[in-house]
């Protein structure tokens, strides 16, 4: 069955694909990680919260795939396959996962609660691919690159509160002015 997309829907999702490139390039290095702190994480929340899960979802598969084919917009302005398979790749192929769950929860009006629960397991799901990725590819084991993930832990709890407050809000907005995506 052929999916057809409104102008409306093919703009704003890829607006979300900009916001993630935007988001993904306030990379600060981290000298004992391969992973540096980014707020990406809060743009793929923002696009699962505010699109739901099949444009949010669809946003990130464009990033993912626009990153694969070469345009600089993973983190410091890195592009291509030698990205997706290199050490931060698990994250990157998390984002369309993640951005789906997020939605999934967004679209079936779960409790607040149930809402937080999933966000959290989104972000588990994302730490996940990106450790057992990580470990592979710098041969490490999933204890250490584990380990090595913990500074990122606080800082994606905020981003992701942040990504709840203002998602959900601008979502309502969108709602009561009768721009529903």
Do not use: H
Not at 140 to 159: E, Q, R
């Amino acid at each position: 069955m052929k999916q057809k997309y409104s102008l409306k829907e093919i703009c704003i999702t890829s607006i979300f694909t900009a916001i993630t490139a935007v988001m993904s390039q306030i990379a600060i290095p981290i000298p004992f990680s391969p992973i540096p702190f980014a707020p990406q994480i809060f743009a793929i929340y923002l696009s699962g919260i505010i699109l739901g899960k099949k444009l949010g979802c669809l946003s990130q598969i464009i990033y993912v795939v626009l990153g694969g084919m070469g345009l600089p917009i993973f983190s410091n302005f890195s592009a291509g396959m030698q990205s997706i398979l290199g050490p931060t790749g698990g994250f990157i192929m998390s984002f369309p996962i993640i951005a789906y769950i997020i939605g999934y929860a967004f679209e079936n009006n779960k409790s607040v609660w149930m809402k937080s629960i999933i966000l959290s397991l989104a972000l588990i799901v994302s730490y996940s691919m990106g450790i057992i990725q990580m470990s592979l590819v710098i041969k490490m084991s999933i204890p250490k690159a584990t380990v090595l993930m913990l500074p990122y832990v606080p800082f994606d709890i905020v981003k992701i509160i942040l990504a709840y407050v203002i998602g959900t809000k601008v979502k309502n907005r969108l709602i009561k002015t009768g721009f529903v995506i």
